[in-house]
């Protein structure tokens, strides 16, 4: 069984860092292309960050040069790191693993709220 979990979300001030990360059991993520997504209540939840082939990363603009998606094979994590945080990065932060067959795998998900 697939589970992906979430971790790292919390209040940061603008300007700030945090770091996100999604622990992955019930599969080797080696390989798999990997999003985090993010989600603002009312809003339809989207993909800002995306790696593929393990080294090969894609970025929403809004984000590019803020954050950076990561992957370690070796502890099974996706990470995102995320700098110079604004207001409006606050949301429900997601990952999302593309198995085999075109399965999407979900995390629970992990509140990151940016506020002075």
């Known amino acids: 069984q697939v589970q992906l979990v979430e971790s790292g979300g919390a209040l940061a001030q603008p300007g700030g860092s945090l770091t996100l990360s999604c622990l992955a059991s019930?599969?080797?993520?080696?390989?798999?292309?990997m999003d985090w997504y993010r989600q603002v209540p009312g809003q339809e939840r989207e993909s800002i960050a995306t790696?593929?082939?393990?080294?090969?990363?894609n970025y929403k603009d809004f984000v590019k040069g803020r954050f950076t998606i990561s992957k370690d094979n070796a502890k099974n994590t996706l990470y995102l790191q995320m700098n110079n945080l604004k207001t409006e990065d606050t949301a429900d932060y997601y990952c999302q693993l593309l198995g085999d067959y075109g399965i999407e795998y979900w995390g629970q998900g992990t509140s990151v709220t940016v506020s002075s």
């Open positions: 790696i593929v082939n393990d080294r090969q990363t």
């Open positions: 019930g599969i080797n993520i080696k390989g798999y292309t």
